[in-house]
């Protein structure tokens, strides 16, 4: 079997500003043709991808880590028309056991600007079900992204990092907190109905926000969320009527042009008689204009400026985040034993046949050499060889099954086909 690799090269909320993850953001069904792109690059075996709001990043299985770690930075600045060397310094590269680890830790919310948040395991689970959709994960990246769910599940359930863990809904209220003196007389706008603005929604009406107003561009789709919500519906093309009624907008949706700009703002602020407004833009790309920051009295967050915000909650996260490594730390050894055991089990067997096929032309040549002399001398010469065959073996195939089950066996793998030449053509062997 052909040697592999795993590469995975991305960026993140700690090495790229929103401008440039958003740049990068595969939405608006550009993954499924994107991810046919990517394994049509020579070299590349499997693929997936991941893009969120605060991460794009691309895990790809190949034979060569040289030539896949240079072939997904070029395929980022391709897919997206941006310079190479306008990505490179937000890039990180991770390969083989790193790029598992790393997986595993994004799974988990270990990388997470929200660490315990349990949102991007979802995104990452559908996301990876594109990829298998459309073929491009094989036997490699099924398992990984298989075991990090598994991984992400263990992680909630042994430690307390999910309980312990802010998210990006309570460093909203945090926010709201710091522009209002009380929430209780509030009403709060959510526009787009994706799950990070639903729950963002839910933790301001559960700190006493009175009233929530849920507008989408499809209104049936609105309707439902304000069920869900205890909430009232608004059709899109009423959301500048029914902005001036809104002290708190969370923005969750974005497209080619700006949501709300400032005149729209302005005009609201106004007809509110200039109380405050506080806005918040979870979307990547962004939806909401930043120019409306300049109003008298608007407040606008982005996506960016939660960090900070959560980055106050740090000390009981940081102590079950050690104990979650521990758990990924184990995981990824498991995972490994794994994946380098699909190159010792073919070359256990490669050995054995290579080795039996010799003793068997050997065989042949001895007893048409002494014919029909003693009818006896081919029963012994089969015992006498074949025992020499295993004893032979029992010690390089032994090392193989021992060291299937550490680290640095490709060493042994590589060894082993070096020198019994396996793959070599049996008419190249010396007689």
Same mark, same amino acid.
């Given at each position: 079997?052909?040697?592999?690799?795993?590469?995975?090269?991305?960026?993140?909320?700690?090495?790229?500003?929103?401008?440039?993850?958003?740049?990068?953001?595969?939405?608006?069904?550009?993954?499924?043709?994107?991810?046919?792109?990517?394994?049509?690059?020579?070299?590349?075996?499997?693929?997936?991808?991941?893009?969120?709001?605060?991460?794009?990043?691309?895990?790809?299985?190949?034979?060569?880590?040289?030539?896949?770690?240079?072939?997904?930075?070029?395929?980022?600045?391709?897919?997206?028309?941006?310079?190479?060397?306008?990505?490179?310094?937000?890039?990180?590269?991770?390969?083989?056991?790193?790029?598992?680890?790393?997986?595993?830790?994004?799974?988990?919310?270990?990388?997470s600007m929200v660490v315990g948040e349990s949102q991007v395991l979802g995104q990452l689970k559908e996301q990876y079900g594109v990829a298998?959709?459309?073929?491009?994960?094989? /036997?490699?990246?099924?398992?990984?992204?298989?075991?990090?769910?598994?991984?992400?599940?263990?992680?909630?359930?042994?430690?307390?990092?999910?309980?312990?863990?802010?998210?990006?809904?309570?460093?909203?209220?945090?926010?709201?907190?710091?522009?209002?003196?009380?929430?209780?007389?509030?009403?709060?706008?959510?526009?787009?109905?994706?799950?990070?603005?639903?729950?963002?929604?839910?933790?301001?009406?559960?700190?006493?926000?009175?009233?929530?107003?849920?507008?989408?561009?499809?209104?049936?789709?609105?309707?439902?969320?304000?069920?869900?919500?205890?909430?009232?519906?608004?059709?899109?093309?009423?959301?500048?009527?029914?902005?001036?009624?809104?002290?708190?907008?969370?923005?969750?949706?974005?497209?080619?042009?700006?949501?709300?700009?400032?005149?729209?703002?302005?005009?609201?602020?106004?007809?509110?008689?200039?109380?405050?407004?506080?806005?918040?833009?979870?979307?990547?790309?962004?939806?909401?204009?930043?120019?409306?920051?300049?109003?008298?009295?608007?407040?606008?967050?982005?996506?960016?400026?939660?960090?900070?915000?959560?980055?106050?909650?740090?000390?009981?996260?940081?102590?079950?985040?050690?104990?979650?490594?521990?758990?990924?730390?184990?995981?990824?050894?498991?995972?490994?034993?794994?994946?380098?055991?699909?190159?010792?089990?073919?070359?256990?067997?490669?050995?054995?046949?290579?080795?039996?096929?010799?003793?068997?032309?050997?065989?042949?040549?001895?007893?048409?050499?002494?014919?029909?002399?003693?009818? /006896?001398?081919?029963?012994?010469?089969?015992?006498?060889?074949?025992?020499?065959?295993?004893?032979?073996?029992?010690?390089?195939?032994?090392?193989?099954? /021992?060291?299937?089950?550490?680290?640095?066996?490709?060493?042994?793998?590589?060894?082993?086909?070096?020198?019994?030449?396996?793959?070599?053509?049996?008419?190249?062997?010396?007689?």
């Amino acid at each position: 079997m052909e040697q592999r690799t795993i590469v995975l090269v991305g960026l993140n909320h700690r090495t790229a500003p929103v401008e440039v993850r958003e740049r990068l953001a595969f939405g608006n069904g550009r993954l499924e043709p994107a991810l046919r792109e990517l394994i049509a690059v020579p070299g590349i075996l499997e693929g997936a991808i991941v893009s969120t709001c605060n991460r794009v990043e691309v895990i790809a299985c190949g034979a060569d880590a040289a030539a896949v770690g240079s072939a997904l930075p070029a395929f980022l600045a391709r897919e997206h028309g941006v310079a190479d060397p306008a990505l490179a310094t937000h890039l990180y590269t991770h390969a083989d056991r790193e790029a598992v680890r790393h997986l595993f830790r994004v799974a988990a919310s270990l990388d997470s600007m929200v660490v315990g948040e349990s949102q991007v395991l979802g995104q990452l689970k559908e996301q990876y079900g594109v990829a298998a959709s459309v073929g491009a994960s094989g /036997r490699v990246l099924h398992r990984c992204f298989h075991k990090s769910f598994s991984v992400a599940k263990r992680v909630r359930s042994e430690t307390g990092i999910a309980e312990k863990a802010v998210s990006v809904g309570s460093a909203a209220v945090e926010l709201a907190r710091g522009i209002f003196d009380r929430l209780e007389d509030k009403t709060a706008m959510l526009i787009g109905a994706g799950a990070m603005g639903e729950l963002t929604a839910r933790q301001l009406l559960a700190h006493g926000v009175g009233s929530v107003m849920v507008v989408n561009r499809t209104y049936e789709r609105a309707m439902d969320v304000a069920r869900e919500l205890g909430g009232m519906p608004v059709p899109f093309d009423r959301l500048a009527r029914y902005l001036p009624l809104a002290d708190l907008v969370i923005g969750t949706a974005s497209g080619e042009d700006f949501l709300l700009a400032p005149p729209l703002v302005d005009e609201a602020m106004r007809e509110r008689r200039r109380r405050p407004m506080f806005f918040i833009d979870l979307a990547v790309p962004r939806g909401l204009d930043p120019g409306i920051n300049a109003i008298d009295d608007v407040y606008l967050f982005d996506i960016d400026d939660l960090e900070g915000v959560i980055a106050d909650n740090k000390g009981a996260r940081a102590r079950e985040a050690v104990k979650a490594e521990t758990i990924i730390d184990a995981e990824v050894d498991a995972f490994w034993r794994w994946f380098t055991s699909l190159d010792v089990v073919p070359t256990i067997v490669a050995l054995r046949d290579k080795v039996e096929g010799i003793r068997r032309r050997e065989l042949a040549r001895a007893l048409a050499a002494v014919g029909d002399a003693d009818p /006896r001398m081919g029963e012994v010469l089969e015992r006498v060889t074949s025992a020499i065959v295993n004893k032979i073996l029992h010690g390089p195939l032994t090392a193989l099954r /021992r060291h299937e089950a550490q680290a640095g066996e490709a060493f042994y793998v590589d060894a082993a086909r070096r020198l019994f030449r396996l793959g070599a053509d049996p008419d190249d062997e010396e007689d």
